[in-house]
Structures are given as structure tokens and as C-alpha cells.
């Protein structure tokens, strides 16, 4: 596959095997598989914060959070733009959104049938008494 970008009167194209396919796919995946990753996209959901602003949100130290920052904004997920002594980051594409949805569908799925099974093994056990 080949991805073609014009910027600056010039065409620039990227040939992407499978393979560099597969490893974008995990560093995205990888970089939302993190519970402080998802509440810091979920706080960044409000639009754009300091750094100033996101460490009193976390109960977690500044190191902490500088790494998960980095790792989200490394997988291209958001974006940071440095003003002086202020670093500030935004959510880059809405979309992502979207992938935490359908996990979060998945995982309603799953816990109903486990809901399910709750209710038929419980009345399994009834049966027994």
C-alpha cells in the first residue's frame, strides 16, 4: 500500500508493507491499553490542557504522567504544543473516541453474558437445594 502526501508543491509517497500496517495498529493499541492513559483521555476530552492543569487532576507524580503523555502523543493520538514554560496538549483526532466506544460495547457484551451465565448457574444451584 502506498500513502501519497503533497505538502509544499510536493508529492511524497510512503510505501507501508503489512507489517508496518501491523505495528502502527499495536503502538495505537498498545498506548490505549493503559487505565491512566484512558483517564487522561477522557480528562482531555474537554478540549486542550496544560500540563499545569492535568498533573492536580491525577493523584500521580509528574513523571508519571509526563510518560503516559509522551507514549499517547508518540502513537499519534495527541498533539502538544510547547508556549514558553507551558507545554499543552489536545486530543489530535476525535476518532479515538470511537475505538474506546466499541471496546467499551464489547465489554458490555461480555459482561452480560457473564450476567447471563451468573443467572442460569445461581438457578442451577437452586434447583439443587
Known amino acids: ?31 490505549l491499553s493503559d487505565p491512566t492513559r484512558l483517564e487522561l483521555l477522557d480528562y482531555l476530552s474537554g478540549g486542550e490542557r496544560c500540563v499545569c492543569e492535568i498533573l492536580p487532576a491525577f493523584q500521580r507524580s509528574q513523571s508519571t504522567i509526563s510518560k503516559h503523555l509522551n507514549i499517547l502523543y508518540e502513537a499519534d493520538i495527541l498533539e502538544r504544543k510547547v508556549d514558553g514554560k507551558r507545554t499543552v496538549y489536545r486530543i489530535k483526532n476525535p476518532q ?29 444451584l437452586n434447583n439443587r437445594s
Open 1 to 31: 500500500m502506498a500513502i501519497c502526501l503533497y505538502s509544499n508543491k510536493r508529492l511524497t509517497c510512503f510505501i507501508m508493507t503489512q507489517k508496518s500496517v501491523s505495528d502502527l495498529r499495536v503502538k495505537i493499541l498498545s498506548a
Open 96 to 124: 479515538v473516541f470511537e475505538i474506546i466506544r466499541m471496546v467499551d460495547s464489547l465489554a458490555l457484551t461480555q459482561i452480560s453474558q457473564l450476567s447471563e451465565a451468573g443467572r442460569i448457574l445461581e438457578k442451577s
